[in-house]
């Protein structure tokens, strides 16, 4: 397994003279391009790492994953999905287009829109407290924490999820005042962690909710189910469809460079590399899960019986 984990790192490290580190959040650009990493678990509680699996990043849209949780744990099935669909969107994580053409509702919690309005559906007095707490229990990390600059330079700079949100309002799908809906948004996805904190979630979302070290049911099944058919929907931007095609594994992918995916086998692996390519993917870690995913057998629809895809 160590030396699988090893050519994958130097496959992902090929490509990353492909892309770009997001600047869009200015604290974002400060990352270092040649920082590439990947933690594997297995659930026997057997773990990989290699490369800069420890440096820490922000979470960004894999938060999108943990505030679907709360929100289902919290205001339940039907309260979240009469505001937001479970469409993929074919567009990009930031848009607003079909907000004003296609339908009212955002596609998917995937994407920011959806996200917004998810976060909106958390029935709790403090949901970025809840949330932080769900997070260091599903990462079994208590000092994860909030990184300040982050979050600053996304609440500085967030016109684009403003306009969203203040959009949302107007055609009454989000209640109430959309900045402190923002404001936790924004914390949520600006909490840091590394790739061991991210596999251990993956490796909970892997195996059905429960924690296959402890024998703990972390979170109900039904919740997982939901989460990985929208990761492998609609986890990976509009680069969904052809990485579940590549890859076939429920993932979602965040602007800071990190990508949780939810493995066959009831294996749990994040990745981590601030490259990114066009669709806004870590394009290091898409080529490491997709040389994962040939190497180990971890297409979900992969024939069984053979040792390749
Ligand atoms: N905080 C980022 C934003 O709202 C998250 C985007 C992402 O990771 O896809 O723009």
Not at 202 to 223: C, F, H, R, Y
């Given at each position: 397994m160590g030396a699988i984990l090893e050519n994958a790192l130097l496959y992902g490290k090929s490509f990353l003279s492909y892309g770009k580190v997001a600047d869009y959040i200015p604290e974002l650009a400060k990352a270092d391009p040649s920082n590439l990493g990947i933690c594997l678990m297995t659930k026997e509680g057997l773990m990989y790492p290699v490369g800069n699996w420890q440096v820490p990043f922000t979470m960004q849209s894999i938060a999108k994953t943990f505030s679907l949780i709360l929100a289902l744990q919290t205001a339940g099935y039907d309260k979240v999905f009469s505001k937001v669909g479970m469409e993929p969107t074919g567009d990009c994580f930031d848009s607003i287009v079909q907000l004003e053409t296609k339908q009212l509702y955002p596609f998917n919690p995937m994407i920011n829109a959806g996200a917004i309005v998810t976060v909106s559906c958390i029935e709790c007095s403090d949901p970025f407290s809840e949330f932080l707490q769900l997070v260091k229990q599903l990462c079994f990390n208590d000092t994860v924490r909030l990184n300040e600059q982050v979050y600053l330079s996304e609440k500085h700079t967030g016109q684009r999820n403003r306009s969203i949100a203040y959009l949302l309002l107007s055609d009454h799908i989000l209640e109430g005042d959309p900045e402190p809906i923002l404001d936790s948004y924004f914390r949520m996805c600006s909490v840091e962690v590394n790739t061991q904190d991210l596999a251990r979630?993956?490796?909970?979302?892997?195996?059905?909710?429960?924690?296959?070290?402890?024998?703990?049911?972390?979170?109900?099944?039904?919740?997982?189910r939901i989460v990985k058919t929208l990761m492998l929907t609609c986890g990976m931007y509009d680069e969904s469809g052809e990485f579940a095609v590549k890859a076939g594994i429920p993932s979602k992918s965040g602007v800071g460079g990190g990508i949780i995916a939810a493995a066959d086998q009831g294996m749990g692996i994040a990745t981590y590399g601030p490259v990114l390519n066009k669709k806004g993917n870590s394009i290091g870690g898409i080529h490491m899960l997709e040389y994962l995913s040939r190497e180990l057998n971890l297409h979900y629809f992969a024939n069984k019986t053979d040792t390749a895809v």
């Open positions: 979630f993956s490796l909970i979302l892997a195996n059905d909710g429960k924690d296959p070290v402890t024998g703990k049911q972390m979170v109900e099944d039904w919740i997982i």
